[in-house]
């Protein structure tokens, strides 16, 4: 079946016949794609007794070295919608390194795969000694799963399974299966987002070694698009809590005793998720929300008393402020489903807002932290959840992690970004997060625009001959310099025009909401957007910038360019790891503003083109389209 395009208009004759604005998958996963942890497919061959659980907890983004064997799944809180606690094992088409797998196709591919280490069901510690295993221990397995979350509806024929590993006949059994569906199709059938799934494990001569094995595995799908800009990451499973113990029943599937959060700690400002310290000190309660939003679960059968907190550090560590919620009464999950603290209420911030200084940037963490009593129980990870305020110089609706593309069509539409100030200020760049597109190496180009107004349409800057640019992970967000800074006051836009029909594909933050500031015009009339989300958009406020902001950065050790200053028109290249050589394709170089003005095929002797006396930059791009090497280039001849 053809994957289907979400589109906002009817698809009229020729993709450059209509307007529209369109949503996409990723080309890629950025947090492993510049995760600076260089993980492999194979690792320690650990063996564990029962119990064995996950809830996917962990900070971390690949799955713990301690319970699985290979890194092909994403730990993460940015795709599931409202897990059993917070964090999830998300499967897709994307592979361990970040990038859509090599053999994807249109139709039904293995992709993911979540292997366990080795478990001992041939023995168990009962009372502190290890007795051997029987049909009458009671041991289950279950999880949770979700199709979908926030991502892509894997189609019908795409599927993910379970398998159970035979060390007796060497051999894997498919245990248990689903195929692909809408997450608002399975919410309908199921009336729960995530859906536990328990196998008694009872065939003895299978299964009860002290190798026993068992493995989660997803089928998907790339869309069958002729627009190669159009293809990205799809067919997202989220599964959540794997549990496998002894003197276990089918009504039992999760852990006991086990107070948790459900999603990632959020601002507690009321309307960006960052924003410049000298707007914020202006009216600092003004900036503040009223309330939290933290879901909590109980997942034990019985009401617990708990207790919740949370305190603000500042960069000092300092305690700036304690919360203290007191105790509540926590109604269980079944089937009472999630909760705030106190339960039944909007959590109040008490007219709490974070204490100003003389400086001109500030960062504060905020730690909140739920008990069952005043001890705690037995899980204690998905306990804390912490979220850190950033107060420089940009206003960011989004979190910094994308969840799909965004772009319009057809040629010289328009986008905009809606940012209100409390005094007015500088504008003197704007940061840009653009995806890389799979399969796609065509220019783009757009006019980098600010707006006094859209209604009337005022236009108080526009510069022209920029191109989506893609940096590495010491800077995500490209950062484009005004020519001339603009002096702004009350509300302004910040967005494109762009000159072809191509899709820009502009990151776009599914877990954060500021759709009423977002606007697009492709056909004379400005319109909000239609989608839930935000885009990766930054204005750059204050004070000047400096100049060189860029430093040189290597993916790889050991490259050097040289001369620098550059006097004549030769450039070189030191590579320390001569192997390294064969991995770098091209050359790059960009003027001050960010517009690419010369391209070449990497050699380690390169003649720069007549360039006039100056800085620049200088990517150097490997053959899978990354920047693994950027310098300042400065030109005196």
Not at 3 to 18: C, D
Not at 240 to 257: G, M
Not at 529 to 541: A, D, E
Request: net charge negative.
């Amino acid at each position: 079946m053809m994957r289907q395009i979400i589109v906002t208009a009817f698809l009229l004759f020729s993709i450059h016949l209509f307007s529209q604005e369109v949503l996409v998958g990723l080309g890629n996963n950025p947090k492993i794609l510049n995760s600076k942890i260089h993980q492999t497919n194979s690792k320690s061959n650990v063996v564990r007794t029962l119990p064995f659980i996950d809830d996917f907890s962990s900070e971390n983004i690949f799955p713990a070295d301690s319970l699985w064997q290979d890194n092909m799944v994403f730990i993460n809180n940015d795709y599931p919608l409202y897990p059993v606690s917070v964090g999830v094992a998300t499967f897709d088409a994307i592979d361990s390194k970040g990038k859509i797998y090599s053999n994807a196709i249109s139709t039904a591919f293995p992709a993911d795969t979540l292997t366990s280490v080795k478990v001992r069901l041939d023995s168990c510690f009962i009372g502190g000694v290890l007795n051997p295993v029987n049909i009458s221990d009671s041991i289950y397995f279950s999880f949770y799963y979700q199709p979908q979350g926030i991502g892509n509806a894997p189609e019908q024929e795409d599927s993910l399974l379970l398998e159970f590993y035979s060390d007796s006949q060497s051999k894997w059994y498919r245990v248990w299966g689903a195929g692909g569906e809408t997450i608002q199709n399975f919410y309908n059938t199921n009336q729960q987002y995530f859906k536990p799934v328990i196998i008694a494990i009872t065939d003895s001569l299978k299964y009860f070694s002290s190798n026993f094995q068992f493995r989660f595995r997803n089928f998907a799908s790339l869309a069958n698009n002729n627009i190669p800009s159009w293809a990205g990451n799809v067919d997202q499973w989220n599964i959540d809590y794997v549990y496998l113990n002894r003197a276990r029943s089918f009504a039992d599937s999760v852990y006991r005793s086990d107070i948790c959060f459900v999603n990632r700690a959020t601002t507690l400002l009321k309307n960006y998720e960052a924003m410049p310290w000298n707007q914020y000190k202006i009216n600092p309660a003004s900036e503040m929300a009223d309330t939290l939003h933290n879901l909590i679960s109980n997942l034990d059968d019985a009401t617990k008393n708990t207790t919740y907190k949370f305190d603000v550090f500042d960069e000092t560590n300092t305690s700036v402020h304690a919360y203290n919620g007191g105790n509540a009464n926590l109604d269980t999950f079944i089937p009472n489903g999630y909760q705030t603290y106190p339960p039944h209420a909007k959590p109040s911030l008490d007219g709490f807002a974070y204490p100003s200084s003389s400086g001109d940037s500030a960062s504060f963490n905020v730690v909140h932290v739920i008990k069952d009593g005043l001890l705690g129980d037995e899980l204690r990870w998905n306990d804390t959840v912490r979220f850190n305020q950033k107060f420089y110089n940009y206003y960011a609706y989004d979190d910094g992690c994308p969840e799909a593309g965004y772009g319009l069509t057809p040629a010289n539409s328009k986008l905009a970004v809606r940012f209100t100030l409390g005094t007015p200020d500088t504008l003197r760049a704007v940061d840009m997060y653009f995806n890389q597109t799979y399969n796609d190496v065509s220019q783009k180009s757009f006019y980098l625009t600010v707006w006094s107004s859209l209604s009337p349409e005022t236009i108080v800057y526009e510069k022209h001959g920029l191109i989506p640019l893609y940096e590495d992970s010491l800077n995500l967000f490209h950062r484009y310099y005004l020519d001339t800074p603009v002096s702004l006051s009350g509300t302004f836009y910040v967005g494109w025009k762009q000159l072809t029909a191509d899709f820009l594909n502009i990151g776009f933050d599914r877990n954060t909401n500021s759709n009423s500031a977002i606007f697009y015009n492709t056909s004379g009339t400005w319109m909000n957007t239609m989608y839930s989300g935000s885009l990766m958009i930054r204005p750059v406020l204050g004070k000047a910038l400096p100049v060189g902001v860029i430093e040189n950065s290597s993916m790889y050790d050991g490259i050097k360019t040289y001369p620098n200053p550059v006097t004549d028109n030769q450039l070189f290249f030191k590579i320390q790891n001569i192997e390294s050589i064969k991995d770098l394709k091209e050359v790059i170089i960009y003027d001050f503003s960010g517009r690419q003005i010369y391209r070449t095929k990497f050699n380690q002797q390169i003649i720069l083109p007549d360039l006039t006396n100056g800085v620049y930059y200088l990517d150097v791009i490997n053959q899978q389209g990354l920047p693994v090497h950027k310098d300042k280039l400065i030109i005196i001849k």
